[in-house]
């Protein structure tokens, strides 16, 4: 067996979509303008093994081919990944992107002149406009 820590990494990928949908106060049932920023679901994005020295000396010295070391190593990944999601990992980043984007744009509604309700929606996918800022009303 491989002794290891690993480090799983979870967040939104930026790179797939990012929009933003400002509403009129006048189009809304609240009576606040809305600006609703899409963003893809949280996803695992890596993991990162740290091997057990002790380990790293026992997997050298053994007579394991290149492909079966690498089979070993993407099965305790594979463990990481699954006991990191278990855990909560991807409810954690969801939490932690929606507080980081509130408070990214939160300057924006303090200084403007409306009452915003700032909403911010995790999609599988987007089908309007891609990484672009759409106007409505």
């Given at each position: ?36 920023i899409t963003v893809p679901e949280p996803e695992i994005l890596s993991v990162y093994l740290n091997l057990d020295p002790s380990s790293v000396n026992q ?79």
């Amino acid at each position: 067996t491989i002794k290891s820590n690993a480090t799983v990494l979870a967040g939104i990928d930026l790179n797939k979509f990012y929009n933003i949908t400002i509403t009129r106060r006048s189009l809304t049932p609240s009576g606040k303008a809305e600006i609703n920023i899409t963003v893809p679901e949280p996803e695992i994005l890596s993991v990162y093994l740290n091997l057990d020295p002790s380990s790293v000396n026992q997997f050298l010295s053994t007579n394991l081919r290149d492909s079966e070391m690498k089979l070993l190593l993407k099965e305790e990944e594979n463990i990481a990944y699954n006991q990191a999601y278990e855990k909560g990992i991807i409810a954690e980043a969801k939490e932690s992107a929606r507080k980081s984007l509130e408070i990214l744009y939160s300057p924006l509604l303090h200084n403007a002149s409306d009452d915003y309700i700032l909403n911010v929606i995790f999609k599988d996918k987007i089908t309007e406009g891609n990484g672009s800022v759409l106007l409505k009303g």
